[in-house]
């Protein structure tokens, strides 16, 4: 892993809890939203988040709609949907699992 890589499976998320937080967004504001929350350390490049939003499209998790930015640009925006919200319970779920694991690891000794 390079230094300030998403570790694995955490993408989706990130991108779910961007979009219950904020409600509809487009990619880049997505993006901008994750690397701000964290303190400018996860980037979240287009080559991964592009192909994450067409993944959750395809799973029902997430919803389009084509729409202008305020910089006047045509844009697809995002929201979250009912199947959505339900896993992003999920992943919360798991995170929390695995977070506690390695917290116990790391505490140990």
Do not use: C
Not at 11 to 17: A, V
Not at 20 to 48: F, K
Not at 67 to 90: E, I, M, P
């Amino acid at each position: 892993m390079k230094p300030n890589e998403i570790p694995p499976g955490t993408l989706d998320l990130l991108i779910l809890k961007t979009l219950a937080r904020h409600g509809e967004m487009h990619g880049y504001e997505v993006a901008e939203s994750i690397l701000h929350a964290s303190d400018d350390v996860i980037s979240v490049e287009e080559g991964s988040l592009y192909p994450a939003l067409q993944r959750m499209l395809l799973k029902g998790w997430v919803s389009d709609e084509w729409g202008v930015t305020a910089g006047n640009r045509r844009a697809r925006y995002y929201r979250l949907t009912a199947a959505g919200r339900k896993q992003l319970t999920q992943e919360l779920s798991h995170f929390d699992r695995i977070y506690g694991a390695i917290a116990r690891v790391v505490e140990v000794g």
